[in-house]
């Protein structure tokens, strides 16, 4: 069975999300902890937590991928802004733990000229600041285009995080397949390829959701814009081998294509269409 999802509004609360994606059909979802383009996050009902922990395990869902916001960067060369993704993360994370056993995705940042080994040595101190021993949220490196300064734009740069993470078992990958076909992973034509690579980079265990997403742009663009399912470059044969894929097949995997909600909802159609019965 293919386990998939959106991204929803996290405006009406949790039990709300999780009612919104039974009736698109979904048994998984997205949601920002916050504003994405902010800061500020609403009280915590953890009533309506419970709630929804209970509708999940009613109804079989596969783990939930949540999303930091967008404008969080561990590795930035302004101390203020490290010092806000921190403090940002650490309440997100505790947060989650309401919700346990799922996932808390984020953008690793951008580097903003200092180079990648100062990057990786932020991200992961920071990183070993935030976990702590008996956490049920897994966290989850997001794969990236590679535009620009971002960290995480190979396989490599994900690996050396990882390397730096003491408790490496809260931690985990979330591969985009927008992202890492922009970064030059051709998962259209090589997709046992790219997989035999990130498996001999960073080891296939620890890929754990998937985000996906058509691109706008030619393979290898490194500009990251997203396209609904078969609109874009990857398009629906490769979604096929994607979502029927042995070491992807089982994985949550969460729409962010540019949609309103019935869009998402003929994209869940669609995606279970391609699967092998």
């Known amino acids: 069975m293919?386990?998939?999802g959106c991204h929803l509004s996290a405006t009406g609360g949790f039990l709300n999300m999780g009612e919104t994606a039974l009736s698109i059909g979904a048994d998984t979802f997205a949601f920002f902890t916050r504003n994405p383009r902010g800061g500020s996050a609403k009280e915590l009902d953890t009533e309506d937590a419970g709630a929804l922990v209970r509708l999940l395990k009613d109804n079989g869902f596969a783990p939930l991928v949540a999303h930091a916001p967008y404008t969080l960067n561990l590795c930035s060369d302004k101390e203020n802004i490290r010092t806000f993704a921190f403090e940002t993360m650490k309440d997100d994370i505790r947060r989650m733990e309401y919700i346990p056993g799922n996932y808390y995705n984020f953008h690793p940042g951008s580097h903003m000229k200092q180079g990648?080994?100062?990057?990786?040595?932020?991200?992961?101190?920071?990183?070993?600041?935030?976990l702590f021993d008996g956490m049920h949220t897994t966290v989850l490196l997001e794969t990236m285009a590679g535009k620009g300064s971002e960290v995480g734009g190979s396989f490599e740069e994900l690996r050396m995080i990882l390397d730096r993470v003491a408790l490496s078992d809260c931690m985990g990958v979330c591969l985009d397949t927008c992202h890492v076909y922009d970064a030059g992973y051709d998962i259209v034509n090589d997709l046992d390829g790219v997989l035999s690579e990130f498996d001999r980079v960073i080891g296939i265990g620890k890929l754990r959701a998937i985000h996906i997403n058509d691109s706008k742009n030619p393979f290898a663009s490194h500009k990251d814009r997203h396209e609904c399912i078969g609109s874009g470059?990857?398009?629906?044969?490769?979604?096929?081998?994607?979502?029927?894929?042995?070491?992807?097949?089982?994985?949550?995997?969460?729409?962010?294509?540019?949609n309103e909600l019935s869009g998402y909802a003929e994209e869940i159609v669609l995606l279970r269409s391609l699967v092998n019965n």
């Open 116 to 130: 990648v080994e100062a990057a990786v040595g932020m991200i992961s101190d920071a990183l070993n600041g935030i």
């Open 233 to 258: 470059s990857i398009g629906n044969e490769a979604f096929a081998r994607i979502v029927n894929h042995p070491l992807l097949k089982d994985l949550p995997f969460i729409l962010e294509t540019p």
């Open 2 to 4: 293919l386990h998939i």
